[in-house]
């Protein structure tokens, strides 16, 4: 079965700082991965999602992920973090076989000024 | 365009009462999964649904049931419920392939006491 692993269960970090959340899936066999946010007290929305080509994808406010199927990774990273970007990320994969779309427990960013 | 719609928003419920919380989506999505959400745990599966007139079991199935009697309707029922069961479910639809993003409800937070 498939199983995701968020590294980090709270990553804090200050304005304008770098910021890399990590995710690793345990199957490399043709899945499709995702990053999901969630804001306080509210469902989850999408973020970006790698579903084949490029292994670099983008979000629309300055995240992206990489796909290594050799490192089985799709870590979230952000070269400059604002404080509307404290929310808790998700990491979540579906395929290898698999209709479950399955989710890593998380991993709670906090932006401080 | 409602999207994916959770009701209710909220209950309390005594121990041993029985439930059912109604999820309707409408964008026509054949795949439509329940998740309960606890700190530290991520979103676990409970159950899921691959068209109308299937589901299958997640990862904590127990202590609930589904039904998917409607497509654009998936219905997760508890008959006794536990104070384990206190969580915030979510419910979430997606379109025919593994390869796209699911959509989200808002959420139900339920208490058992």
């Known amino acids: 079965a498939q199983s995701v692993t968020q590294l980090d269960s709270q990553v804090p970090v200050f304005e304008e700082a770098p910021v890399e959340l990590r995710c690793n899936y345990s199957?490399?066999?043709?899945?499709?991965l995702f990053w999901y946010v969630q804001y306080p007290n509210q469902g989850l929305q999408l973020l970006l999602k790698?579903?084949?080509?490029?292994?670099l994808v983008e979000s629309i406010n300055g995240f992206e992920a990489e796909f290594n199927k050799s490192q089985t990774s799709f870590h979230l990273r952000k070269p400059s973090v604002h404080i509307s970007d404290t929310a808790e990320y998700f990491c979540?994969?579906?395929?290898?076989?698999?209709?479950?779309?399955?989710f890593g427990k998380g991993t709670k960013l906090t932006v401080n000024p | 365009n409602a999207g994916v719609t959770q009701t209710p928003k909220f209950r309390v419920l005594k121990t041993g009462q029985s439930m059912t919380l109604l999820c309707a989506q409408d964008?026509?999505?054949?795949?439509m999964y329940w998740y309960r959400q606890d700190p530290g745990m991520g979103l676990r599966l409970i159950h899921y649904?691959?068209?109308?007139?299937?589901?299958a079991k997640g990862e904590v199935p127990d202590g609930y049931n589904v039904s998917r009697l409607k497509k654009q309707n998936f219905l997760l029922g508890l008959e006794s419920a536990a104070p384990s069961q206190t969580s915030v479910y979510f419910c979430?639809?997606?379109?025919?392939?593994?390869?796209?993003?699911?959509?989200f409800g808002q959420g139900t937070r339920l208490t058992v006491v």
């Open positions: 964008m026509n999505h054949e795949y």
């Open positions: 979540a994969v579906i395929g290898g076989g698999s209709e479950k779309l399955v």
């Open positions: 979430a639809s997606s379109y025919l392939t593994s390869g796209t993003e699911a959509f």
């Open positions: 790698y579903l084949s080509g490029s292994t």
């Open positions: 649904s691959v068209g109308e007139g299937t589901t």
């Open positions: 199957s490399s066999v043709s899945v499709y």
